[in-house]
């Protein structure tokens, strides 16, 4: 099943170590040729030896790095994936901060291929903000977090943090592997808020981050996809694998989509576009003294419902974020675009929050999934989009 894929297993220091033998055992035995890089305190946990004889390769580590002219650039080409299990917090950190001071953080850093990384740590390490913020850094970096795991730790504290079991991960990468559920579909979408200038200064927006739009076109190049992603202004870095197409009002993002919409197959509209934008934008600084007292607005055109009323739309998928009565508001935005999917989110849960909870609406009826982490989130939307699009079988 991995049977000639080149994998890079890379061991931190922890006590989960000892799992990692077990995963490189499974690793070998699904087909993979499995080269093992380990930290210099990984080896206080675990013999290098233990890991040569499971793998048949040598492990590669800081000592024996300083023979070889450049270890780090080769062992991150042509590798499918770089597994780093255990990953402790430091060694997140580490990731996080981009730092190249042993082998196994020069070989992340100089890879060309995606990088998986799989926490084990005690659970207040776990759920301190400086992890969470390191570990979602790794995640806008377009780095794959495997768990962890809930339940009984080495310290013999309970909680989230345990490394995630040896065969849930080959589980995972097997996924991770077959074909995308988009494969060959072209993917539009679009994200974060759009700013409507009032002047230089000043200016007309939402408290959209574009987490969740990211997510969605994160979750769609995993499946597979040819992804374009049209953003409004974000702090948000660009995920790995897509077409990145940056704007900054509505008017710009409209002519953005009407410009790409006529190659892709599904449009996925999840930015929050400003309704309306100011009558007239001053090209210089309004002075207080000669400020007016109210600020005439005129109507922006809606995306989504030119998009879906073309002659020959895209697959459509519209998101609405409601305050109340979601079903409601939901079906009647659902019908009024004329789509056949709206997900719709409750506005003060999901503006600017890193989890979401989603309410899918289609001709079949009503959906929820779990509040989860956007991304995750975004998974089983592409999911219940891809499996919508299959042919009917007859
Ligand atoms: N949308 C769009 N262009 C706009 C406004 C909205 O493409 N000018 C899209 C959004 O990306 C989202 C969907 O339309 O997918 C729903 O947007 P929303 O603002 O919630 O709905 P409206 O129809 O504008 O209704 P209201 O603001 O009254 O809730």
């Known amino acids: 099943m991995l049977a000639g894929k080149q994998i890079v297993l890379g061991v931190a220091g922890g006590i989960a170590a000892y799992k990692s033998a077990e995963l490189a055992r499974l690793l070998v035995k699904a087909g993979a040729a499995v080269q093992v890089v380990m930290t210099r305190s990984a080896t206080r946990?675990?013999?290098p030896l233990t890991f040569q004889a499971l793998t048949g390769n040598p492990v590669w580590l800081d000592e024996t790095a300083s023979e070889d002219a450049m270890p780090h650039i080769r062992l991150?080409?042509?590798q499918e994936l770089i597994l780093v299990a255990p990953a402790t917090a430091d060694l997140i950190a580490r990731l996080a901060q981009g730092r190249a001071d042993d082998l196994l953080t020069q070989t992340c850093l100089a890879r060309e291929c995606p990088l998986w990384v799989v926490p084990a740590m005690n659970r207040q390490m776990w759920q301190n903000p400086a992890t969470q913020r390191n570990l979602q850094q790794l995640r806008d970096d377009g780095i794959r977090i495997v768990g962890p795991a809930e339940g009984e730790q080495a310290c013999g504290e309970t909680g989230p943090g345990r490394m995630t079991e040896p065969q849930?991960?080959?589980q995972e990468l097997l996924a991770a592997m077959q074909p995308g559920v988009l494969a060959g579909q072209r993917v539009l979408v679009t994200a974060g808020p759009t700013i409507e200038r009032i002047d230089p200064v000043r200016?007309?927006?939402n408290f959209s981050s574009g987490r969740m739009g990211?997510?969605?076109?994160q979750a769609a190049v995993e499946a597979g996809a040819e992804v374009t992603l049209v953003s409004g202004p974000t702090c948000l870095q660009a995920p790995a694998g897509l077409d990145m197409v940056r704007v900054?009002?509505?008017s710009g993002m409209f002519a953005a989509v009407m410009e790409r919409v006529k190659d892709c197959d599904i449009f996925i509209s999840v930015a929050a576009v400003?309704?309306?934008?100011?009558?007239?934008t001053s090209p210089e600084k309004i002075k207080k003294d000669a400020a007016p007292a109210s600020i005439a607005l005129l109507p922006n055109a809606d995306i989504l419902a030119h998009v879906a009323a073309l002659p020959a739309p895209p697959f459509c998928v519209g998101f609405a974020a409601e305050t109340s009565r979601l079903v409601e508001h939901g079906e009647a935005k659902r019908r009024a675009k004329r789509l056949?999917?709206?997900?719709v989110n409750q506005a003060q849960q999901a503006l600017g929050s890193p989890d979401n909870e989603l309410l899918l609406l289609d001709d079949r009826g009503e959906h929820l999934f779990a509040r989860t982490d956007k991304l995750s989130a975004a998974r089983q939307l592409i999911a219940h989009i891809a499996q919508m699009l299959k042919p009917p079988v007859t």
């Open 214 to 217: 990211y997510a969605v076109a």
């Open 45 to 47: 946990f675990v013999g």
């Open 76 to 78: 991150g080409r042509g």
């Open 340 to 343: 056949p999917l709206l997900v």
């Open 203 to 205: 200016a007309l927006t």
């Open 168 to 170: 849930d991960i080959v």
């Open 248 to 250: 900054e009002s509505a």
């Open 274 to 280: 400003a309704d309306f934008r100011p009558a007239v």
